[in-house]
Every structure is written in C-alpha cells, then in structure tokens.
C-alpha cells in the first residue's frame, strides 16, 4: 500500500464519518439525558468489530477489553508516522504531554503535574511504596484478598522491618457467606500508633466490591497514616475525582477501562505529599530531575527533582500506547461521558441481577450500588464444565476463587445479557450446578 492510502482505508474513513456525525450528534442531543440512552451506546458498539461484525459475547473487560477502531486508527496513524515522517518524535511527545493532561482532568487531580505516566499499576504502586520513609517496627494495613500486584510491593519490605497486616476478610465470607465492602471501620481494629500505610484497591477484581475509599482517607489521613489506591477497576468504567476521595496517591493502568493498549499507567501523588514527603523517587534518570542542563552533561551538582508527582516518570514512555490513549480518552470525555458510561453499565449490571435471579444463580458481593462496581459481576459457578459451556457457545469470561467473573464493557448491551441468560439456562437444564447446589 502506497504511503499516501493508508489513512485513506475503510476503516479510518468509517471511523472518522461514524464520530463526526452520528455519535456526536446523537450524543449532543441527548447530553442530560438520566438514565443514558441507549440508542447511542449501539452506536457505540459499532467501533468493537469483535461484539459488532465477529459474533462474539465479549463479558471479559476487567481482563482486557478488545479494541476499537478510535484506538485501531490512532495506532494506525502512528505507524504510518515512524514510517513517513523523519521527525516524528516531537509529536508523540506532545500527545503524552495531552495525555497526561487529560488523566488530570478525568481523575479532577490538582495539575497534570500531579499525574505521572507510568509502564503499568504495578511500576506506580511501588513508585510511591518505595517512597515512604518508614522505621523498623512499623506497618502497613491490606485486607488479605487485594491484589498481587499490590501486595506484594509492601511485602517485599518486610525483610527491611516494614510488618504487613493482612486484615482477614476472607474467612468473615466463608462464615457470614457474604462479600461486604471495606470501610474505615474494616481497618480500624489493625492500625495503630506505628501504621504508616493503608493500601487497597478502589474496586476489587476478583469479587466487584467497591471499597469505600473516601471513608477510609478520612479516617486516616488526618492521622497521617498515607492512603495508596490502586483504581485500575475503576478508571474507564466509572467517575473518578481523586481530591473528593483525598487519597494520598493512586495507581491505575489503562488497558481496561480506558481501551489502551498494555504498557501505560498513571500515578497520581497528592500535592501536598510530595511537599511534604519530599521523597527520593526509586528509579531516577533525567525525566526525574529538574535541574538537567540541555546539552546532556551532568555535573556534580546537587539533584532537584520536578516538586510533583512528574519526580516519578521516566523520560521516555511508551509513546505509541500515549497516541492511543490521547484518541481514546478525547472520545471518553468529550462524547461518550465517564457519567453516561457508569449508568449504562450498571442498567446492564441490573439486568444481569434480575436474570440471575430468576434462574437462581447467585451474584457474590454487595448488591447496593454504594458497594458495587457498575461493571464486574461473580457468578456463583465453580463447576468445571461451565467454562467450556461458555467457550463452546463464544462467551468469553473468567474464572476466579469466587466464581465467573462478568465484567462488561461500554460496547455491550442488553443481547449480551439475554444470550448469556440462555446460556446459563441451558447449563442449569444440562445439571450444571450452581451456588450451593
């Protein structure tokens, strides 16, 4: 294909007719309509080949959602860019600069300078774990279901005398056989006077419960006692404001909720910790330092690092993955709205409750909204065969401690819930168990 056709192929051209005036004209028309219409959000689906044209029931957002045509053509464009242009660079680096701006005002932080664009969740978790000053003796408080990934970042600093407090929910379910969401009060009973730390995630991955985050930093934060969230569950798929929250910092990749492709994170440090804190970043190379001289040469001068949250990004990001986000993130606030996406995907969680209800097959975790993301559903299903049952009919989910994972997108609808209820159906009628049976 010749230089000058590649942008000119049906998929860029359908793409940009298809947001320049359908979507958004539909999308103006109905901008203070509650709940969403969804009429619009077919529309939407129209940009996910996979769900639009290949016939798949795609329930397996929380995992990695498949790719869009906004996402597919800002790649595309990129290519095209490293293959064309001799100067490229200078422009993808104003698109990470865009990008990080945009995070800013997604999540209602201060600046973008509190926004730090990171490799992944984990790289931002353990940007600011690394960071805080701590004595041999003190501690940090997790409940014992967060993630791996977050975990592991503080326990790899016990062998330096950090003691991690693992708070045991896990067998407060097996008894009360209820998955609740945590609030100050969860914690309470294991802080102390040597707590240096709270960690959890915003939404948990495996059970859907949404952790009241804001109770829980205002609680301890007035003790001084640091609040790290990792909202990688939550970005893309609900509202974020991380100054209504007061979280001391919170790490978060856009490969799920936010379309991108893996390799982008974001870390976002609270102004006033990093003034306070001044803390020393654990990987440090010239996108650190503010005082760098132009012609590369270091001298022996003392280091000053950039006095926000930008101490903790590398020079270079992944640039391609920074023109995605920038393209996917433009359409998220400016069209289809973090708001919009929330209740339409809580209409879809409801519909799934009360289909679910009816063939009796239990949901885990809080039913209360307050409790529960909009997005990521458990079904009570351990049963091996039940995997291959959705395999054998093209739904795609995942298996956990708890159950089957469903987690929806913004490009599903109510069809998906109907083919996955008649699935389940005919699972139920072929003596698949489910719940307790």
């Known amino acids: 294909m010749a230089p000058a056709q590649i942008l000119d192929t049906p998929s860029v051209k359908a793409t940009s007719a298809f947001t320049s005036t359908s979507i958004k004209a539909k999308a103006s028309n109905s901008e203070h309509s509650s709940p969403p219409d969804e009429s619009i959000f077919s529309n939407y689906r129209q940009l996910v080949p996979l769900v639009a044209t290949d016939g798949a029931t795609y329930l397996n957002a929380s995992f990695s959602p498949p790719s869009n045509l906004i996402v597919h053509d800002a790649i595309t464009k990129y290519a095209h860019d490293a293959l064309h242009n001799p100067h490229p660079k200078p422009e993808w680096q104003a698109a990470a600069a865009e990008t990080r701006e945009l995070i800013a005002r997604y999540i209602n932080a201060e600046s973008s300078d509190s926004v730090a664009l990171m490799r992944d969740t984990t790289e931002g978790l353990n940007s600011f774990i690394r960071s805080i000053k701590f004595s041999p003796g003190d501690n940090v408080v997790l409940l014992d279901s967060e993630h791996p990934n977050h975990a592991y970042g503080w326990m790899a600093l016990r062998a330096s005398g950090l003691e991690v407090r693992q708070v045991p929910s896990i067998p407060e379910a097996e008894r009360t056989g209820k998955v609740t969401a945590a609030t100050a009060e969860t914690f309470a009973p294991y802080v102390d006077e040597r707590t240096r730390a709270i960690g959890l995630s915003f939404i948990m991955f495996h059970s859907g419960q949404w952790n009241d985050v804001a109770d829980i930093c205002a609680a301890f934060r007035p003790r001084g006692i640091h609040v790290l969230v990792d909202m990688t569950q939550q970005v893309g798929f609900a509202n974020v404001d991380v100054r209504a929250l007061g979280v001391s910092a919170a790490a978060f990749g856009m490969h799920k909720g936010l379309n991108c492709p893996a390799g982008l994170a974001a870390l976002y440090v609270d102004p006033s910790i990093v003034k306070e804190m001044d803390p020393t970043p654990p990987i440090v190379g010239y996108g650190t330092v ?8 270091v001298p022996a001068d003392d280091i000053i690092y950039h006095p926000s949250a930008r101490r903790y990004e590398h020079l270079n990001v992944s640039l391609v993955a920074c023109v995605a986000a920038r393209a996917w993130l433009k359409f998220y606030l400016g069209v289809m ?5 929330e209740l339409h995907l809580y209409r879809l969680g409801d519909a799934l409750r009360d289909e679910c209800a009816s063939l009796k097959v239990p949901i885990v975790g809080p039913e209360s909204r307050k409790e529960h993301a909009p997005h990521l559903y458990i079904l009570d299903l351990h049963d091996a065969r039940w995997m ?12 956990y401690r708890l159950g089957v994972r469903v987690s929806f997108g913004f490009y599903n609808n109510m069809e998906d819930v109907k083919v996955l209820t008649s699935v389940l159906k005919a699972g139920l009628d072929l003596g698949f168990p489910a719940g307790k049976n």
């Open 388 to 399: 291959q049952h959705f395999k054998e009919h093209s739904i795609y989910v995942t298996p």
């Open 290 to 297: 503010s005082n760098v001289r132009a012609d590369l040469l």
């Open 337 to 341: 709205g973090p708001e919009k996406v």
